[in-house]
Nanobody
Framework: QVQLVESGGGLVQAGGSLRLSCAAS????????KAWFRQAPGKGREFVSA????????YYADSVKGRFTISRDNVKKTVALQMNSLKPEDTAVYYC?????????????????WGPGTQVTVSA
């Protein structure tokens, strides 16, 4: 079993920045590839970004590329999402996800482990 907990969400004005962090505990060797998803009110879960176990390869949705940066620290067992130039359409609950495979995917159903989410609200 792997436990994931997000932190760092909050309220920010458009154009501002937030840094989300995901802390892992338990059998963390079962969660290798990591990803961030988000879900806005009335919408489905949307892929945001992903990173390989080594951190050597990163992936981004077109909507956030150039604004968001994903990184990980395998010693501290954390994954971060630096969000810059935030827009109101970025408002959502952000979830940290992990899967046993070292290769990430963009499908939420491919991930076995999920955090409870953290709210990000961007005001106009």
């Amino acid at each position: 079993q792997v436990q994931l907990v997000e932190s760092g969400g909050g309220l920010v004005q458009a154009g501002g920045s937030l840094r989300l962090s995901c802390a892992a505990s338990g059998r963390t060797t079962n969660a290798n590839a990591k990803a961030w998803f988000r879900q806005a009110p009335g919408k489905g879960r949307e892929f945001v970004s992903a990173i390989t176990w080594s951190g050597g390869q990163t992936y981004y949705a077109d909507s956030v590329k150039g604004r968001f940066t994903i990184s990980r620290d395998n010693v501290k067992k954390t994954v971060a999402l630096q969000m810059n130039s935030l827009k109101p359409e970025d408002t959502a609950v952000y979830y940290c996800a992990g899967r046993r495979d070292v290769t990430p995917t963009t499908r939420a159903g491919d991930y076995e482990y999920w955090g409870p989410g953290t709210q990000v609200t961007v005001s106009a």
